[in-house]
């Protein structure tokens, strides 16, 4: 399967832990989106990266949401000490360029429950 | 700010009947318009798109969506629903021009039930 790579798939964490969630892009993908998908609501842009850049943060929480995406290896999105209104469907997407006519892979979603 | 509008959040349908969910979309410029399914437990995947040309988009699995510029309406449609077209739908919008980074704006979805 050469599609977008998400994992864990489900994830589990204590209020006040932090949380990790990869995302391997299709190969030859150099461009990365995250969005997070609340219960009952639909995806909302969080950020898009590119390689070593973080070219659009404006959906990102102020505060305790970081991400990254390494000249080798996969994007993290990280969530420092999470509550429970970080319980959600994270989903990651990766084209070949940005805003291209063919639109997006997206991978199947990490689900984080804090407990 | 742009912002998409799913008017139905649920429908429930018996197998054989049609399908038209609504979309409208709110944004100035020209826009691309995008439908996704998500099969439960499933990533998203595309439907159809509309980038330019013909208004009337045909896509995967007997579906298709009329653009409607007057209305900024983007509806899907499909003439008669199986089983397993239970899902979650969600249309989308991005901006075209130089400063689209490629970023989609997501209406609020639709959950469709189907009956057998």
């Given at each position: ?34 969005y997070r998908q609340l219960p009952e609501e639909g995806l909302k842009f969080m950020v898009y990266l590119q390689k070593e850049n973080i070219i ?60 | ?106 209406g609020q979805g639709t959950t469709l039930q189907v009956k057998p």
């Amino acid at each position: 399967n050469a599609g977008v790579m998400q994992n864990p798939r489900h994830l589990v964490r204590r209020r006040g832990q932090e949380a990790r969630l990869r995302c391997s892009p299709v190969k030859g993908h150099s461009h990365v989106y995250w969005y997070r998908q609340l219960p009952e609501e639909g995806l909302k842009f969080m950020v898009y990266l590119q390689k070593e850049n973080i070219i659009d943060e404006s959906g990102m929480p102020k505060e305790r949401f970081s991400a990254e995406f390494p000249k080798e290896g996969p994007s993290i999105l990280r969530i420092q000490q999470v509550v429970r209104g970080d319980s959600a469907a994270y989903f990651c997407a990766s084209s070949y360029r940005p805003g291209e006519s063919y639109g997006y892979t997206f991978g199947s979603g990490t689900r984080l429950t804090v407990v | 700010a742009q912002s998409v509008s799913q008017h139905n959040h649920h429908v429930i349908l018996s197998e054989a009947a049609s399908l038209e969910l609504g979309c409208n979309y709110s944004y100035g410029g020209t826009v691309n318009l995008f439908w996704y399914v998500q099969y439960p437990g499933q990533h998203l995947q595309l439907l159809l798109k509309y980038f330019s040309g013909d208004p009337l988009v045909k896509g995967i699995k007997g579906f298709e969506a009329e653009f409607i510029k007057s209305k900024f309406s983007f509806n899907l449609r499909k003439p008669s629903v199986q089983w397993s077209d239970t899902a979650e739908y969600f249309c989308a919008v991005n901006a075209q021009g130089s400063g689209n980074t490629g970023k989609l704006i997501f209406g609020q979805g639709t959950t469709l039930q189907v009956k057998p």
